[in-house]
């Protein structure tokens, strides 16, 4: 069984910057890949990124360049780095974990780009 608990997040300013952590507890060591995902009222869910348990990482085309996403394993957490916030960068940002016995979830947590 794995934990999924996201945190950071809240309103941003255009070109601003935010910092989301995603804390993952119990069987980690099972962890294959965990991923952040976004969704908007005007968009269906959307992959942001990926970080394997090898620490291979991958970014949507939309955030390349702009996001960034690490894992710290002193404190369990994958956490995405946003620089140049932009309106359309508004969503739900959730954190999925993906191991051997299945697919977990966080509850998510809005980040908003607004002046």
């Known amino acids: 069984q794995v934990q999924v608990a996201e945190s950071g997040g809240g309103l941003v300013q255009p070109g601003g910057s935010a910092r989301l952590s995603c804390l993952v507890s119990g069987s980690i060591s099972s962890i294959l890949t965990t991923g952040w995902y976004r969704r908007s009222a005007e968009k269906a869910r959307e992959l942001v990124g990926t970080i394997s348990s090898s620490g291979a990482t991958n970014l949507a085309d939309s955030v390349k360049g702009r996001f960034t996403i690490s894992r710290d394993r002193t404190k369990n957490t994958v956490d995405l780095q946003m620089n140049d916030l932009k309106p359309e960068d508004t969503a739900v940002y959730s954190c999925?974990?993906?191991?051997?016995?299945?697919?977990?979830w966080g509850q998510g947590t809005q980040v908003t780009v607004s002046s």
């Open positions: 999925s974990v993906i191991t051997f016995s299945g697919g977990y």
